[in-house]
């Protein structure tokens, strides 16, 4: 099975700060990457698909990167709308996310 | 518009039997790989199972296989997730999500869960 690790597990940060998120697979997932953002009391929603494809309708302050094993979510400027917990999900081999960030205000 | 909306959570006790359903809408249902998701209470996602579009490929995480059983009719837009042998440690939030394409593996639609708690 594959394993997926994130980092950091809590992130606290500021309006309008750069955040990266690290996600790393336990074996090569070429890019099939997702990234989901969830809010308290609320579904997950897609942000990011192969790795560094953007959803429709989601803000192009968020990108993603990477490949094999080491992936990158990165907001560009924080957003009050952006405090939520990102998970990443690899879909290479069925289906495992990995245990989430918490994007936190500083 | 695309809506899932899923029912049957309730408080069972450990070794109990549960059938989650999940009732599909605005989309064609019968061309899309399903899937149910579990969020334990303050914890992480957990994928569970995955149904191909005409109900002949299902898929299952190691911790639920051989107790769990996911099912389709895509004559009533449903999708359905029997769930025996219920374990404390099954107590979760449990989403239905919808594949992005015929089979893509990851979710653009889910609906907002319906809560099963195995407790004596």
């Known amino acids: 099975d594959i394993q997926m690790t994130q980092s950091p597990s809590t992130l606290s940060a500021s309006v309008g700060d750069r955040v990266t998120i690290t996600c790393r697979a336990s074996q090569s997932i070429s890019s099939w990457l997702a990234w989901y953002q969830q809010k308290p009391g609320k579904a997950p929603k897609l942000l990011i698909y192969k790795a560094s494809s953007l959803e429709s309708g989601v803000p192009s302050r968020f990108s993603g990167s990477g490949s094999g094993t080491e992936f990158t979510l990165t907001i560009s400027s924080l957003q009050p709308d952006d405090f939520a917990t990102y998970y990443c999900?690899?879909?290479?081999?069925?289906?495992?996310f990995g245990p989430g960030t918490k994007v936190d205000i500083k | 518009e695309v809506q899932l909306v899923e029912s049957g959570g309730v408080v069972v006790q450990p070794g109990g039997s549960l059938r989650l359903s999940c009732a599909a809408s605005g989309f064609t249902f019968d061309d899309y790989t399903m899937h149910w998701v579990r969020q334990a209470p303050g914890k992480g996602l957990e994928w569970v199972s995955l149904i191909s579009w005409d109900g002949g490929s299902t898929y299952y995480a190691d911790s639920v296989k051989g107790r769990f059983t996911i099912s389709r009719d895509n004559s009533k837009n449903s999708l359905y997730l029997q769930m025996n042998s219920l374990r404390t440690e099954d107590t979760a939030l449990y989403y239905c999500?919808?594949?992005?394409?015929?089979?893509?593996?990851?979710?653009?639609?889910w609906g907002q869960g319906t809560l099963v708690t195995v407790s004596s």
């Open positions: 999500a919808k594949d992005v394409a015929y089979h893509s593996g990851y979710f653009d639609y």
């Open positions: 999900q690899q879909y290479n081999s069925y289906s495992t």
